[in-house]
């Protein structure tokens, strides 16, 4: 797939630039206001000039890096999100993709399978019944959109760290990367840390019953930590790896991070 821009046609780079502080982490961006926040501390902090479409989205590239780094310096892997009462729960839990309902994948339960890749010593596929039997805990957490949106539901699932320890993967690595069934082969990377946070879930039940289509079956990955396009759904493998791979939404520009 082909990389999109960061810039949008017509757009004055420059007020771009400055709207870009906004994306930081709040404790980032009350130090850069503290200190008289301007179009040339970013020229400073990423070493670019806004002189072009170029230049302008390279300023941009290297403020999402820094936020990257910034909210994985300050992550907590031993902070919990909230957590809340069954009467919280959002009926109905909205559906939320880049396409409508009808066009999320249709999985077979039948033929789908989970496979393991990369840095783990058991890369045995694994089938839903076999998951299934894993034991399961159960959760209600809020989804936090990036779109500005939230919702509660409850979610049921295996800790995916658990399942991590059972397939003998090699936690010192950097990444687990997820690829999901969608057409368009949506993907994204989780870091290692929030992969073994203890509310980060392989999640297959909804309210109590198996997941439905409209949020993720067979599969979603529960990241309660993370805004919501970091919880991928439909999944069909996972790789644990030290290569940065991108994603479908990190490869256009969001922040890998993206802390909630």
Not at 2 to 11: D, E, M, Q, W
Not at 134 to 150: A, D, N
Not at 178 to 199: E, I, V
Not at 226 to 253: H, I
Request: hydrophobic share 40%; glycine share 6%.
């Amino acid at each position: 797939m082909a990389k999109r821009s960061f810039l949008i046609p017509g757009v004055d780079k420059r007020l771009l630039i400055k709207d870009s502080l906004k994306t930081m982490p709040d404790v980032t961006r009350r130090r850069f206001i503290a200190g008289g926040a301007s179009l040339g501390a970013l020229t400073l902090l990423t070493g670019c000039d806004v002189i072009d479409s170029s230049s302008a989205e390279n300023m941009l590239a290297q403020v999402s890096k820094f936020n990257d780094a910034v909210q994985a310096f300050i992550f907590n892997p031993d902070a919990l999100a909230p957590t809340f009462p069954e009467s919280a729960i959002t009926k109905p839990f909205p559906f939320n993709a880049y396409y409508d309902l009808d066009d999320a994948p249709d999985v077979s339960a039948a033929d789908w399978k989970l496979e393991v890749r990369g840095l783990v010593d058991n890369k045995k596929s694994w089938t839903l019944d076999e998951l299934y039997k894993l034991p399961q805990v159960s959760q209600i957490t809020r989804h936090i959109c990036v779109e500005g949106w939230s919702a509660i539901g409850s979610w049921t699932g295996t800790p995916l760290r658990d399942f991590l320890k059972l397939i003998g993967a090699d936690t010192r690595a950097k990444y687990v990367w997820f690829q999901c069934a969608d057409k368009d082969g949506y993907n994204s990377p989780l870091d290692m840390r929030t992969a073994l946070h203890p509310q980060t879930q392989m999640t297959f039940k909804y309210a109590g019953d198996i997941l439905p289509r409209a949020y993720g079956f067979p599969m979603k990955i529960r990241v309660p930590t993370k805004l919501g396009f970091k919880n991928p759904k439909y999944v069909v493998s996972m790789e644990v790896t030290n290569d940065y791979k991108g994603g479908y939404w990190e490869d256009q520009g969001y922040n890998s991070f993206s802390g909630s």
